[in-house]
Nanobody, 127 residues
Framework: QLQLVESGGGLVQPGGSLRLSCAGSGFTLDYYAIAWFRQAPGKEREGISCISSSDDTTYYAPSVKGRFTISRDNAKNAVYLQMNSLKPEDTAVYYC????????????????????WGQGTQVTVSS
C-alpha cells in the first residue's frame, strides 16, 4: 500500500509563497499519478492539480492556474506543489492523493479515483 505524507503547510501573508511536499513510501511514485486536493471549512474537497503517471501531463484548476506548479522528483520519491501569489481564499487543508497508472490530462479528477491519501497539511493565508 502506497503511503503518502504531506508537509510544508503553514501561515503565510497574502501574496506570499509556500511549497508543499508529498513524500511517498512503500512504492515508487514513478508509476503513480499524484493529485493535490484542498478542503476549506464548510466547503467540498476540490481537486486543484494533478500530474500523470505516464508522461507527467499536468492539470490545474482555474482557481490556481498560473499561480501553482506541480512537479515530481523521482529520485526523492516526492511530488511538490509550489504555490505563489497566495490569496486568503487558498486557505484550506491540502491533501495529496495517488493512483497507479492514471492520466490527469482529461480535466478535473474525482477524489474517488485515487486510492491512497495523505493526512493533510494546513495552509492559512492571512495578514
Amino acid at each position: 500500500q502506497l503511503q503518502l505524507v504531506e508537509s510544508g503547510g503553514g501561515l503565510v501573508q497574502p501574496g506570499g509563497s509556500l511549497r508543499l511536499s508529498c513524500a511517498g513510501s512503500g512504492f515508487t511514485l514513478d508509476y503513480y499519478a499524484i493529485a493535490w486536493f484542498r478542503q476549506a471549512p464548510g466547503k467540498e474537497r476540490e481537486g486543484i492539480s494533478c500530474i500523470s503517471s505516464s508522461d507527467d501531463t499536468t492539470y490545474y484548476a482555474p482557481s490556481v492556474k498560473g499561480r501553482f506548479t506541480i512537479s515530481r522528483d523521482n529520485a526523492k520519491n516526492a511530488v511538490y506543489l509550489q504555490m505563489n501569489s497566495l490569496k486568503p481564499e487558498d486557505t484550506a487543508v491540502y491533501y495529496c492523493a495517488g493512483q497507479q497508472y492514471y492520466y490527469c490530462g482529461g480535466g478535473a479528477s474525482p477524489a474517488a479515483d485515487f486510492g491512497s491519501w495523505g493526512q493533510g497539511t494546513q495552509v492559512t493565508v492571512s495578514s
